[in-house]
């Protein structure tokens, strides 16, 4: 490896360049609806707003939007001077000589002193009913409630007295006239001080203020901008030694904060603090800025105006922010030197060595333009190790010289192991161990072939963390690797860091911060305990402090109490990506890609308190409404849109709003971040209240005032509207319930009449049966019996016996049913028939023919056996030669009505009825006929009967058929 003095490629320059360091600061502008740049004064209300006196006049400012306030007979447009009374009331001034204050929400003009000012800027005060008013030539008290107004004369005659400098104190206003000190009281006596001003003149302008109990006067030579100070002691001005900084700068307001003096001037804002009886400059910020005035709202954030910049607010003065740091680059890596110092590299390979203290930046000039990489700075050899993505340095503080090197390019990290001469490298290919000796490196241990990322040595147990693309690696001293796991998963880490009290922190990418001893999880941190994201940036180990840098601010985690610090950068996300954080005594430096972050150790724990949180806005149905406490609509009216608001400026992480809608629902429910408002579409009427709070991060609710809503029912649930139509219903009922029982009546005639009807069937039924059981037929049927006995024939007297018996039973079961089964009735037709057969002694046969295939179908009892009967008995007796009966069943097309067929091959209904006048009627058919008229009363769906000839080619009738149309029962 070779070594190399470059003084002709690498020049050391030294360049004393101030770069800025202001406090992290909200910039309002125009660009950001601030209505003005110029800005001469800034005042808080009891309320929370804030007023802001500007050249295009008065505004009042809620945090997000801007009101102007005006009046018809104001002259020009700026505004000055914002003061409250003893009421608390809002006074500004004009340089037109228009004092005016605000009530009501309104601009008031309260005196017009065009004539006495004559286009002179006055200040003015409050003492007690009385104010005060101070111009370059005149004095005078105006009384609040009468208006009666009074030049005071000066106890002295001056011919052309210059009055300068009011300062309010102790219920006296303190000014100067010409080269005297005076006093005035609120019952208008004027008091000479002894005091004289040692300088004098149009270009000199006193002014007072205190500080820590003691009074100064400042005198400012605005020919040679150059300040005077003095301290006023015993009647006496001594001269008094303030800062470099303060001496030549022109001092618009000086305030008292912190117990600190604030200097708003014309190059930026100027804290003094005194240090043994000295007073010494503490911090310049914004020193390109024309700062007007300061305050410090109820919650200790700063607002600053300025002449041309328009005006900033700071959340805190203890959070800086480096800026200029590098032109036109980006931050890739940093090294701490020591308290004050630190090297920066960038992406396009140029080093810097910066001092935060002084601001003096030396550029190191390296001939390489890639990418610095990774930085280490060696202090037992005072000497900076330097990794870009192609090449690798040496950079000695003692020499200035540079010694190129080749083994550590494109390094991930860079880590010494325990102030030896062995470095820990982790690049892209492998993680292994230097030795540094002689301006050379050599590799004494390869780690690990695979991708690594970070690496970490622990002082105590001698022991190296390295965190590669799989795995987290433990290696001991003699290089001996354990694998660290969380739930038997691997662990990726993003940053290793360790506390005071030896735990080992470790960043993951999924699973929050991790924290380990002997090997073992001994701590995590994660959303579940506080941390506010577990995408974390940086970690670094403090002490007994844990700072994390996560996408969602900086949190400070306290090891020894287990818990967060409440702190005011818990809310802070404004830090970027942050890429390394140094440790300083008092402060911790956080770099990102773009500058430094100093956030001091120290830093005050700050919540917010809104002083209200109110109603801003309410519409109803889309249209804005006046603001009321209670409200009564009418039912359509039920479309509401609340707009609420806090005073004030509020980080948005800060407050978690929340409402309810009492009578809608009583529990509190959370509002999304950045929403202002509150939709409820269709609430029925109904009474009901409304209340938003805030809740702080210490957990502290403010509530808002209650707005009632009465949404009133229709019309035409209205009690004058709903009585008539009640009693309307009430008298149909009446005449519903008459008819009914009208009906009722009929119903119970017609039950009646029905009942009769049943008796009647019942008559029928055992008509019908007597016609089954007719004489003949049992005659017919024994006798039949006696001969199959007489011939001997037993068996078939047995089964015909057996038949009949059967027969007799099933008529006497069947006669005690309204329906049976289809099924049923085709196997007591098949008894019947097969008894008939035997009577006709073979010269008879029949056939049954069912297209029925479901067995439910139910007919009414007795019905088809008649028919058939019939057909034997009348169309059949009396042919001669063979005789033939076929019964078809079959369901119709809409599966609705059961169709029967009865058709014998008889001597057809002429002749039929020849021989029926020739002997009797059928009994039979006449039962028949009255049962199917009983059965069909009432009915939809009729039994519908058709008898008809059957006919051959020559029109000759052969035979009968009787087709039955019935109802199907399921």
Known sequence: MKTHLLYYFFLLLLVNILFAQDPIALKLTEKEGLPDVEFYDIIEDSTGFIWLAADKGLYRFDGKEYVQFSHSKKRGLSVFGLKFDPKKQLWCNTISGQFFYIKNEKLELFLDLKNELKGELAEFFFLDEA??????????????????????????????????????????????????????????????????????????????????????????????????????????????????????????????????????????????????????????????????????????????????????????????????????????????????????????????????????????????????????????????????????????????????????????????????????????????????????LAEIKRLNNNRAYNCFFNNDTHETYVSFVDNLLVYDASFNPTVLKYKNQSIIARSISKTADGTVWVATFTNGILGFKNHQIVGKIDEENGLKSNVIHEIKGDGSSLWIVTDQGIQVFNTTKNSFKSTLINAANFVGNIRDIIVNKESLYFVSQEGIFEIEKMIKSKAYYPKEVYVKSIMINEKDTLIQDHYELPYEKNRIKIAFHNNGYFPKEELQFSYRLIGLQEQWIPIEKNVNFVSFNSLPPKAYTFEVKAENSNGKSFISKKINFQINLPYWKRWWFVLPIFLSVFGIIILFYRNKLAIKEKENELVLKNTRFESELAVLKLENLKSQMNPHFIFNALNSIQEYIVLNQKHLASSYLAKFADLIRAYLNHSSKGYLSLKEEIECLNIYLELEKLRFEEKFSYKIINLVSKDEVKIPTMLIQPYVENAIKHGLLHKKGDRFLKILFEILADNQMLKCIIEDNGIGREKAAQLQRKRHQSFATQANKNRLELLNFGKEKKIGVTIEDVKNENNEVIGTKVILIIPILK
């Open 131 to 440: 104010l005060f008013i101070f111009s370059n030539s005149v004095l005078i008290s105006v009384n609040l409630l009468t208006k009666e107004r009074k030049e005071i004369k000066l106890p002295v005659t001056f011919k052309y007295p210059v009055i300068r400098a009011p300062f309010l104190v102790n219920n006296k206003i303190y000014f100067t006239a010409n080269d005297f000190i005076f006093s005035v009281s609120k019952t208008n006596s004027v008091e000479k001080i002894s005091q004289k001003l040692p300088v004098f003149g149009n270009n000199f302008f006193p002014k007072f203020f205190r500080f820590q109990k003691k009074e100064y006067l400042l005198i400012y030579d605005i020919i040679s901008n150059k300040n005077l100070f003095f301290e006023i002691k015993e009647n006496t001005l001594i001269a008094t030694f303030f800062p470099k900084e303060l001496q030549n700068t022109r001092i618009i307001k000086i305030l008292n904060y912190y117990d600190e003096l604030w200097f708003c001037t014309s190059n930026g804002l100027i804290l003094a603090d005194k240090n043994e009886d000295v007073i010494t400059t503490k911090d310049i910020f914004f020193k390109n800025d024309f700062i007007t005035n300061a305050i410090l709202d109820e919650n200790k954030t700063l607002w600053l105006t300025t002449l041309t910049n328009g005006v900033f607010i700071v959340p805190s003065l203890q959070i800086k922010r480096y800026e200029n740091l590098v032109t036109n680059e980006v931050i890739s890596a940093t090294a701490k030197i020591n308290e004050n110092e630190v090297a920066i590299g960038t992406t396009k390979g140029n080093l810097f060595l910066l001092n935060l203290k002084t601001g003096e930046k030396e550029n190191i000039f390296l001939n390489n333009k890639r990418k610095i990489t990774a930085l280490l700075f060696l202090p037992q050899q005072n000497e900076v190790l330097i990794s870009t993505e192609n090449f690798s340095f040496l950079y000695s503080f003692d020499s200035k010289r540079l010694t190129s090197l080749n083994c550590i390019f494109n390094a991930k990290d860079l880590h010494q192991v325990n102030n030896s001469n062995q470095i820990i490298y982790t690049g892209y290919d492998r993680a292994t161990v230097f030795e540094y000796k002689n301006n050379t």
